[in-house]
């Protein structure tokens, strides 16, 4: 694992954070997609239904990337890692200024770069959960606020751009921004040094002497063995398959339910980037002050009625922007959120590995929720939707942590190991 920093107390842990929000501000790019879908299909004559595919690779990339990722983190330290997927998405979207083809841009926008996002995206949120134990939801949405944030910040740049180099010429300039932007904040990240904790900090214990939230080591094949961890892959998928069968079609949406303009539609995309960045902020604080399991119930009971009104209810303008604020806020919540539990349960020590495996089922929500919504219609699409979101509020009623048992070590000192069957 890397060394750097690991004897240094004195590191300056917020520095961390301020390389992992520079990170997260570029990563946060990748929802912008929807900017180049129009310009692309002008272009080169390419179909929409091609052009809005290249989102869907990316995002699949982007997941997978984060299992091996994560794995590979917990071996050679976050900053290798990191500043190798800032160099990888730097290159694939500027690359794809070279597209004549669609399966180019694929290679290049959806599979080069969609690897390297995933490596980045990773790397920040596995290390700063070590270095603030104290306030790991808070930190969490912090930096995945960035992530939200990101992609408001990039939207009127991409769009000057386009507008005065061309879609092509655009993605040569901002591969070269968000490269160099990843790897600068990547050269902060560092791991805590071994037992690490916040001057004035004492880890809880929970109430019957259960472990303390992230004490446990579980492997991932171990996570797996246990309930839980199919608790956290429910959540993943069925609140992102909601939120990303809104993100992805907002504008159509409104225009095809309501009767909006492009441009009034259009706003929808906005408040969701705006509410998911307040969501990945808000729901951190407020998972640390009322507990987790309160938060994804609440959580998902939102969600729910969100899709049950864009499914059931005639919407006006209004409403129809309520909603999408409501789903916005609820998708950066459980961002912030499902990271930091997959932590508390199955402890930091692979806390990359372990939420890599939980986030390829936003790879699979994001391949399939946007093609649902077309095949059978929005108001169909929304009502499944909110169905999977009260099954998602039901698991949180009877969630709880997975046990552990203690066992001595060699030095006669108790290390917490997973009670799961056939663990070793």
């Known amino acids: 694992m ?224 246990t309930p839980q961890f199919y608790m956290l892959v429910a959540w993943m998928f069925f609140g992102s398959a909601a939120a990303l069968m809104i993100i992805s079609v907002a504008a159509n949406i409104g225009m095809t339910m309501i009767g909006l303009s492009l441009a009034a539609a259009g706003n929808a995309v906005v408040t969701i980037a705006l509410f998911n960045a307040c969501g990945r902020l808000g729901w951190g604080w407020i998972s640390d002050r009322f507990g987790r399991k309160p938060s994804i119930l609440a959580n998902f009971i939102m969600l729910s009625l969100a899709m049950f009104y864009m499914a059931l209810i005639p919407m006006t303008y209004a409403g129809f922007l309520v909603a999408t604020c409501v789903v916005g806020f609820c998708f950066g919540g459980l961002a912030a959120m499902l990271p930091t539990l997959t932590a508390e349960w199955f402890g930091l020590a692979n806390v990359g590995n372990n939420y890599g495996a939980v986030f390829i089922f936003y790879g699979i929500a994001a391949l399939t929720a946007p093609r649902l919504s077309i095949a059978i219609g929005f108001e169909s699409a929304f009502l499944v939707a909110g169905i999977a979101c009260t099954i998602g509020a039901v698991i949180a009623i009877f969630a709880k942590a997975p046990g552990v048992e203690k066992k001595a070590d060699s030095l006669g000192t108790e290390g917490l190991k997973p009670k799961v069957s056939g663990a070793s």
């Open 2 to 225: 890397e060394t750097a920093y690991q004897n240094e107390k004195n590191h300056n842990r917020w520095l961390v954070v301020a390389g992992s929000l520079l990170m997260q501000l570029s990563l946060g790019a990748i929802y912008t997609w929807s900017l180049f879908n129009r310009p692309l299909v002008e272009a080169h004559g390419w179909t929409p239904g091609d052009t809005v595919f290249t989102f869907s690779i990316t995002l699949a990339c982007f997941s997978v990337a984060v299992i091996f990722a994560g794995r590979i983190q917990d071996k050679i330290g976050p900053k290798k890692v990191a500043i190798a997927g800032g160099l990888l998405t730097g290159l694939g979207v500027a690359l794809a200024s070279f597209a004549t083809n669609v399966y180019f841009l694929y290679l290049t926008y959806g599979v080069i770069a969609g690897i390297g996002i995933g490596a980045a995206y990773v790397t920040p949120l596995a290390t700063c959960v070590k270095w603030f134990p104290e306030k790991r939801g808070l930190i969490t949405g912090l930096i995945l606020a960035a992530l939200g944030v990101g992609g408001m910040v990039f939207k009127p740049i991409i769009l000057i751009f386009i507008t005065k180099f061309g879609v092509s010429q655009s993605f040569l300039y901002l591969g070269c921004i968000y490269g160099v932007l990843i790897v600068a904040g990547a050269m902060f990240l560092a791991v805590p040094p071994q037992g690490y904790r916040p001057p004035g900090w004492t880890p809880p214990v929970s109430q019957g002497g259960a472990a303390p939230a992230g004490s446990r080591r579980f492997s991932t094949g171990q996570a797996m063995r």
